[in-house]
T-cell receptor, first 114, second 112 residues
Framework: GEEVAQTPKHLVRGEGQKAKLYCAPI?????VFWYQQVLKNEFKFLIS????????ETGMPKERFSAKCLPNSPCSLEIQATKLEDSAVYFC????????????FGDGTRLSIL | KQEVTQIPAALSVPEGENLVLNCSFT??????LQWFRQDPGKGLTSLLL?????REQTSGRLNASLDKSSGRSTLYIAASQPGDSATYLC???????????FGQGTRLTINP
């Protein structure tokens, strides 16, 4: 598609439950990025993929967070045993990976942990 | 570690004014710099991207400049309109496919 599509728009989970977020990148974009936005404007990089391969995972809290980008499927970000501090808006972005081409962002998934 | 700072945090101006938003970064080894706007409850809309070899980029009423050696970028908005009200974020990338490091944003309000 022409836009980065993220689902669901809003996800509510009780503390300790699992949360799974999805992202369909723009068709033809080979790079996918996940960011976490907390406290209004603080963006934190989580992980990026080049096609189905992890490209950079330096931002991932590895004990509970995992992500995949499989062929012919939306990318996913999964959080096991959620904590209150995981409440945030999670953004997915995609790009063609060249320096002169921007990252395009989806509308985000608002995750609320109760 | 790259740090990106945006000043001011908030700005309110009357409609029609020209204005400048500032962005500074600590590590000049960047590959590109991107300006975004974010409307409440929405994602980021890419406004302009400047590669490290460029000095400025223009799109309509927007002009972004980059001074890599001093670690600064500005976003100039001409003839501001109420529809320009949003949060503006700058972000720097180290390489073409690398993660972006974001500033905290400037919340802009244009008063009719």
């Amino acid at each position: 598609g022409e836009e980065v599509a993220q689902t669901p728009k809003h996800l509510v989970r009780g503390e300790g439950q699992k949360a799974k977020l999805y992202c369909a990148p723009i068709k033809g974009h080979s790079y996918v990025f996940w960011y976490q936005q907390v406290l209004k404007n603080e963006f934190k990089f989580l992980i990026s993929f080049q096609n189905e391969n992890v490209f950079d995972e330096t931002g991932m809290p590895k004990e509970r967070f995992s992500a995949k980008c499989l062929p012919n499927s939306p990318c996913s970000l999964e959080i096991q045993a959620t904590k209150l501090e995981d409440s945030a808006v999670y953004f997915c972005a995609s790009s063609q990976g060249q320096g002169w081409q921007p990252q395009h962002f989806g509308d985000g998934t608002r995750l609320s942990i109760l | 570690k790259q740090e990106v700072t945006q000043i001011p945090a908030a700005l309110s101006v009357p409609e029609g004014e020209n204005l400048v938003l500032n962005c500074s970064f600590t590590d000049s080894a960047i590959y590109n710099l991107q300006w975004f706007r974010q409307d409440p409850g929405k994602g980021l809309t890419s406004l302009l991207l400047i590669q490290s070899s460029q000095r400025e980029q223009t799109s309509g009423r927007l002009n972004a400049s980059l001074d890599k050696s001093s670690g600064r970028s500005t976003l100039y908005i001409a003839a501001s309109q109420p529809g320009d009200s949003a949060t503006y974020l700058c972000a720097v990338g180290r390489e073409g496919a690398q993660k972006l490091v974001f500033g905290q944003g400037t919340r802009l309000t244009i008063n009719p």
